[in-house]
């Protein structure tokens, strides 16, 4: 039971973050006067992987700015937890620990990869900006740093 209760706390708080970053369209649980947009709704992480939320320990969301510099990208890391973004600014590609790439540019929202090694390289000529939010554990980290998969031998922007 409490975890269920995790779980719906969690996907509350996503889309109530979701309507504060993004803001708009009407919505039946809103008066008329409300906007809401539906950004994202599903159920895998962009790989296609199943979104399983944690369930031991206190329920945590963290919600951050990620700026990526023109030409710089992320470094290679892994989320254990469920995490999204919005692309607020810029093109950025995800590169996951097999070479596929996947492009985002402002306005995008997508589940990040869970437990999947990639890297995100900025593409455009202006910074990249992102909202991210991270269903986590407290007292757990929500990123982990990695190293280049030995697979991807090849140099990338």
Do not use: R
């Given at each position: 039971m409490k975890g269920s209760r995790i779980v719906t706390m969690l996907k509350s708080l996503v889309v109530v973050c979701c309507i504060a970053v993004a803001g708009l369209r009407a919505h039946e649980a809103y008066s008329g006067q409300v906007e809401v947009?539906?950004?994202?709704?599903?159920?895998?992480?962009?790989?296609?992987?199943?979104?399983?939320?944690?369930?031991?320990?206190?329920?945590?969301?963290?919600?951050?700015?990620?700026?990526?510099?023109?030409?710089?990208?992320?470094?290679?890391?892994?989320?254990?937890v469920p995490c999204v973004a919005y692309v607020l600014n810029g093109d950025i590609d995800v590169e996951d620990a097999t070479g596929v790439r996947r492009h985002y540019h402002a306005g995008s929202c997508f589940a990040e990869l869970i437990n999947t090694r990639h890297c995100g390289y900025n593409v455009g000529s202006t910074p990249v900006k992102l909202i991210f939010f991270a269903m986590g554990v407290a007292g757990k980290p929500i990123s982990t740093k990695s190293v280049r998969p030995e697979a991807l031998s090849r140099e990338v922007p």
């Open positions: 947009q539906t950004l994202l709704k599903t159920s895998v992480d962009a790989a296609g992987h199943a979104i399983v939320y944690p369930t031991k320990g206190t329920a945590q969301v963290t919600g951050m700015v990620v700026e990526v510099p023109v030409g710089q990208n992320t470094g290679w890391h892994l989320h254990p």
